[in-house]
């Protein structure tokens, strides 16, 4: 898999549109490669906080969680109540250093007090649980299972063995069990270019790959979405182009969320790794986790990582973890 800077999935990078008569008109492909790039920026939870590298051990003592409008809270505190939720999402930046200890320092406090935790993860897609498992199970390497899912440089070169990687491995550590929660980047794309109904006449051995909202989810959530593209145009093409990648951006919140009511332990924890658009001020995958799982208590986390974010209203998150601590 191509991977552009920030974590940007090649697979979602536009190719030459094409009409029955060659290549489509000059501006419509301009209008669709400026507006796939503009949300794909922001929908990719795309930051540039790498800076300098803060040590494991040191992230509960270093950063700042609190509810929106209110005082600091401990760690143990944050975990206390991670663990009387249901399912905990932790909406990252991809490439935020001190937001991917703080994930991983979550899966190693929770699995602690608890073998009954499953982490469910964007970044994987349905279609290599059996790579998953088989690293589980000790069949093939760590150096061979990210090769095999394509995931070496998920979010930049070196990430996965950074970042991602050490989350797997505390999960199994502690015994509890790592999903690929995501849609395979094929089904996502056959929503973007020839919508849901295609995806309805796959059999069943590929059709449990993928899901898709019915109905479909709008208001504010596609409101924000269609914001991206204000300055390229409010016209009937820009309103088609538009909502083809809605439907793409659909697809991965209802896989993420089925994928995750599909494997919540009964009487445990899961902890979903998300990014930030797909969870924050009530995103899709936190809209469909809702309405899969109405009993469920289901605590939202943003992980912010820029100090010079304006202030939110409404909040973002049921909590915030401020990540952009000084010693990161």
Sequence with gaps: MIHLPCGIPGHVVPRPLRARGGLVHNTRLLLFLACSMAILFVVSGCGTNQGSRMKPEAVRDSVTIHAPGEDAITWEEFIDAAGRADVVVLGEMHDDHVGHLVQRAVVEDLVSRSSNVVVAMEMLERDEQILVDDYRDGLISAEVFASRTGSSAWAGEGSWVDWYQPIIDAAHAGGGRVIAANAPRRYVRVARQDGWERLAELPDERRMFVEWPDPPIRGDYYERFRGLMNDHGEDEEMDE??????????????????????????????????????????????????????????????????????????????????TWTEAR
Excluded at 253 to 260: K, Q
Excluded at 303 to 317: F, G, I, K
Aim: charged letters at 20%; aromatic letters at 4%.
């Design 241 to 322: 182009i538009a909502d083809s990648f809605f439907r793409s951006q659909q697809t991965w919140d209802a896989t993420m969320a089925g994928s995750v009511a599909m494997h919540h332990p009964r009487g445990g924890t899961t902890i979903l790794l998300v990014g930030q658009f797909h969870s924050n001020n009530d995103g899709g995958t936190v809209q469909m986790l809702r309405r899969l799982m109405p009993r469920a208590s289901i605590l939202v986390v943003c992980l912010r990582a820029d100090q010079d974010d304006p202030p939110d209203d409404p909040p973002p998150a049921d909590l915030v973890v401020e």
